[in-house]
């Protein structure tokens, strides 16, 4: 017995030292991802998108063709502005194609993350394009939807190969269908002033306004153009305050819901560089003057104007510079004002102006300039309010000072709810002098409605 009880601890030390197993003799595990060999022939986004036929629309299927299209995963639904889908595109620097790909997982980046590339087999996939956008999915009679997730392996190949994604450089008036779906940079671009007002710094995505997706103006520095940032209110960052500077973002190029205008949607808020300075234009400012005027020196507010015929005798210049649709007055429950839209026009630009008539302040103290705007399906802040002691009595050969005008942002659905009021200081300006208020449109992606109303001028 005593023997025995000698033998059972030894064999019980060798299995707790040494397993009895010799170390050269253990193997790890091997990974779930192994490179593998391709069986089929390779192609390229753009030859995908190529079978996609934009005057038929019809969706089409790819069968029998044992191939399979390499691309590189340029999206992430970890931060949540994208969800069960992946952007890709055909090369990891310099791309010239970008395609979406539906999947029905919502935890994509664990398996395909930012850089990774892939192959997917495209026998039992269909493509179409959605909203501008090309996208492959599985066919579901008249529509294209998510590859469901039993099917997912049959279908994406992960690779080892995790590249560095070199953003393409671009500005916003480069941007064009062939950019769609493509991870880009801009550079030198800020977002419109009136989003990060103190009374109302804006969220990307978490005003009691947005609907699915939350949509920000970017401003270029460089050229003036602008687009705007969709973030989905279903990200993980949609509460974050906008940032106040100007700098460069990186993103997905896409469209928005309606198939209007571009839209640039981001991974994470670590894709935003903003620390430059604000590249503002020179808004007048006429100091610290506290004292205000309380006689009303010149008021409009379009009641009885009822036709541009009356507008115009009572002094005011309304035109549009290219011919087309100008300022226009409006009335809503007995109450009257002054409406600018490019809806429904095929003007692309329409510049409108709506200048005032001659105020003079050489014998005013203290002058004050007032009026009340509101916004109604707003799809870009393209009003701005200007003012100049030196009118020419041609818009265009004015010399105009830009006043720092709050223009509310409306809601893009419907239309506005209540006007909002700006009080600017012009006490030091003197003599005759004009302010205009100029819209600069562009249907159908620049065509938001302004109504304008209770102009004033007051002063000592």
């Given at each position: ?212 997706d939350g949509e920000r103006q970017l401003e270029s520095c460089s050229t003036g153009a602008s687009a705007m940032l969709s973030t989905s209110t279903f990200s993980g960052f949609k509460s974050l305050y906008l940032p106040q500077n100007s700098g ?196 159908p992606d620049k065509s938001t409605t302004y109504d304008i109303d209770n102009i004033r001028v007051s002063g000592n």
């Amino acid at each position: 017995m005593k023997n025995f009880n000698v033998l059972l601890i030894l064999i019980s030390g060798c299995l707790v030292l040494n397993s009895c197993v010799k170390t050269e003799d253990f193997q790890l595990p091997e990974s779930k991802y192994q490179e593998i060999n391709i069986e089929g022939d390779i192609t390229g986004i753009s030859a995908v998108k190529s079978n996609f036929n934009p005057e038929t629309e019809e969706i089409y299927v790819f069968s029998e063709t044992n191939t399979l299209m390499e691309a590189y995963v340029v999206s992430s639904d970890e931060g949540g502005n994208f969800y069960k889908e992946l952007v890709l595109q055909d090369k990891p620097e310099n791309p010239t194609a970008g395609i979406l790909l539906l999947v029905d997982d919502n935890s994509l980046f664990e398996t395909y993350n930012f850089g990774r590339k892939i192959y997917v087999k495209l026998d039992g996939l269909a493509l179409w394009s959605n909203n501008g956008v090309h996208q492959l999915g599985v066919r579901n009679r008249g529509d294209v939807v998510a590859i469901p997730p039993s099917r997912i392996d049959d279908h994406i190949i992960r690779t080892m190969e995790a590249a560095e994604i070199v953003p393409l450089q671009l500005e916003i008036s480069e941007f064009n269908e062939r950019h769609e779906n493509l991870f880009i940079e801009v550079k030198n671009v800020q977002f419109n002033r009136n989003l990060l007002r103190e009374q109302h710094h804006y969220t990307f995505a978490g005003e009691v306004t947005d609907e699915y997706d939350g949509e920000r103006q970017l401003e270029s520095c460089s050229t003036g153009a602008s687009a705007m940032l969709s973030t989905s209110t279903f990200s993980g960052f949609k509460s974050l305050y906008l940032p106040q500077n100007s700098g460069s973002v990186k993103g997905v190029l896409s469209r928005n819901f309606y198939d209007d205008y571009f839209v640039i949607a981001v991974n994470s808020p670590d894709d935003f560089n903003f620390d430059g300075e604000r590249c503002d234009p020179d808004f007048l400012n006429c100091g610290n003057n506290n004292d205000r005027g309380s006689i009303v020196i010149f008021e409009e507010d379009f009641t009885g104007i009822t036709s541009q015929t009356a507008l115009k005798e009572k002094g005011w210049t309304n035109l549009n510079v290219n011919g087309g649709k100008a300022f226009e007055p409006g009335t809503f429950d007995g109450n009257r004002y002054i409406r600018v839209s490019a809806f429904n026009t095929e003007e692309a630009p329409m510049e409108a102006w709506l200048v005032s008539p001659s105020i003079d302040l050489d014998s005013t103290s203290g002058a004050l300039l007032s009026f009340e705007i509101m916004s109604s399906y707003d799809n870009a802040t393209i009003l701005s309010v200007l003012v100049t002691e030196e009118f020419t009595g041609n818009v265009l050969t004015t010399n105009w000072t830009p006043l720092d005008a709050v223009i509310p942002i409306g809601p893009t659905n419907q239309y506005g709810k209540r006007f909002e009021k700006s009080e600017i200081d012009i006490s030091c300006l003197k003599g005759d002098i004009r302010f205009a208020f100029r819209y600069l449109g562009a249907a159908p992606d620049k065509s938001t409605t302004y109504d304008i109303d209770n102009i004033r001028v007051s002063g000592n």
